[in-house]
Each structure stands twice: as structure tokens, then as C-alpha cells.
């Protein structure tokens, strides 16, 4: 059976990827494609675990996956992330991304892109997911909702170690260190945004964006939330 784990990037797939090599441990083969469309994938003899972190996949052809998880963070956080994702860390990435144009603000480039990327993840997987995870979930429930559901023999105290062993601290101080040549790998920039692990604050957004954009953009958040099922803010 095929399961596939639907994302966007800057929604936290980095923690959850780390936390599935984990518990998949000895069960299955991780094959490593943070540079091409999928992050991971997990095979074994009879199933395949796909975690894909990049919105290009047509939704048409998800027919191929038995089982679909829609892995979703709060839009107003999530862009926020990117925004300086692409500010200071496009340099190091393997992948070519969109650059910032010249002087675009942050509360610029969020309510420009908003529903692209509405459009791109929230209203393309719409009514087509089998389970729902939440970023801001994972550390009290869906990390446990999430593994139980995928076919892994994991035990609850199994599952509670492999989240303790990649906790935002752990995978800070992995960044920090300048060790890691993987996708914890630091960039270029001393800024202290530059960070792939940078803050993981829920509802962070309010300290970057004026007043006015945040209202601007829960009024379309508002509008536009009756086109999917797929939660766009978490609350």
C-alpha cells in the first residue's frame, strides 16, 4: 500500500521527516530526495511512504497513492517562514526558488502571495485527503495520530523518544553548530533569521506583520476558508 503525506514547505516538514526516520528505523528504507519534489520516501516489501514537501504534484494524479495525509500549518505563519527562507537561505538551497523582488516588504510579499498559495495547496487538495495532520498538533497528538495511522510498529514510548531526540532545541543546536551538510546545514548568513530551524512559535506572525496586513489577510482568510476543507489558518 501507498501512503503519501501532502505539504508545503515551511510548515515543519524537516521536524516530521526527522521523526519518521526514527520510528521507521530498521523497518523500512529511507531514500533521501530533499532536492527533488519528495523529501523522503519510506519502502519496505509491502508498503511506501511518500513525504512530499513541494505543492508542484497534480492533484489529478494522486490516484496512484491508496492513502492521502494532508500536513497543513497555519498560512499566516507559514508564509512568514518562507519569506525569509527566500531572503537568506536561497542561496544554500538545492532547488532553484523564487527570489524576493527588489524592496518587497514582508507584509508585501505575504499578502502577494497569499492566494497562490491558497490556491496551490489548501483548494488543489480539497475533499481528496483521507487524515488531516496540523503542525501545531504535532507535539501533543498527531505525531502519535500520524504514525499510528502509517503502517509502522512503533510503541507510544518509542514514538515520544524520536520526538524528544528531534525537538526544536536538539535541531537548533545541530544548525548552530554548522555540522550538518544535510537539510540542517547553516547558511551562509549570520542574520538570525537565516535559521532552518528558526522559531517554531505558533501565531509568531503577529510579530513581523503590521496591524493592517493581518487584518487584511484574515478578511480574505475569512472569504476564502468556504472554498476547502483543509483548515488555512489553526485558529
Request: charged share 30%; hydrophobic share 35%; aromatic share 12%.
Amino acid at each position: 500500500m501507498n501512503f503519501v503525506i501532502l505539504a508545503r514547505p515551511k510548515t515543519g516538514t524537516t521536524f516530521l521527516a526527522r521523526v519518521l526516520d526514527c520510528a521507521t528505523k530498521r523497518q523500512f528504507k529511507k531514500i533521501d530526495m530533499d532536492y527533488k519534489d519528495f523529501k523522503r520516501i519510506f519502502i519496505n516489501k509491502q508498503h511506501v511512504i511518500y513525504l512530499f514537501a513541494h505543492p508542484a504534484f497534480p492533484a489529478n494524479k494522486l490516484d496512484k497513492f491508496d492513502k492521502k495525509i494532508i500536513f497543513t500549518r497555519d498560512i499566516r505563519d507559514m508564509l512568514v517562514s518562507y519569506y525569509f527562507h527566500l531572503k537568506y537561505r536561497r542561496d544554500i538551497s538545492r532547488r532553484t526558488l523564487q527570489k524576493i523582488p527588489e524592496g518587497m516588504t514582508i507584509d508585501d510579499f505575504c499578502l502577494s502571495f497569499l492566494n497562490q498559495t491558497i490556491d496551490d495547496f489548501y483548494i488543489k487538495y480539497d475533499s481528496c485527503y483521507d487524515l488531516i495532520i496540523k503542525y501545531e498538533d504535532l507535539y501533543e497528538k498527531d505525531i502519535h495520530k500520524l504514525i499510528n495511522y502509517l503502517p509502522i510498529n512503533c510503541n507510544p514510548t518509542d514514538i515520544d523518544n524520536c520526538i524528544l531526540s528531534n525537538s526544536f532545541e536538539k535541531m537548533k543546536a545541530i544548525e548552530s553548530q554548522g555540522k550538518d551538510k544535510g537539510e540542517l546545514r547553516k547558511a551562509n548568513s549570520n542574520h538570525k533569521e537565516s535559521f532552518k530551524v528558526r522559531r517554531g512559535k505558533i501565531g509568531g506572525f503577529v510579530d513581523y506583520l503590521s496591524q493592517d496586513t493581518v487584518e487584511k489577510i484574515n478578511k480574505i482568510i475569512k472569504d476564502r476558508q468556504k472554498e476547502t476543507s483543509v483548515p488555512i489558518t489553526y485558529k
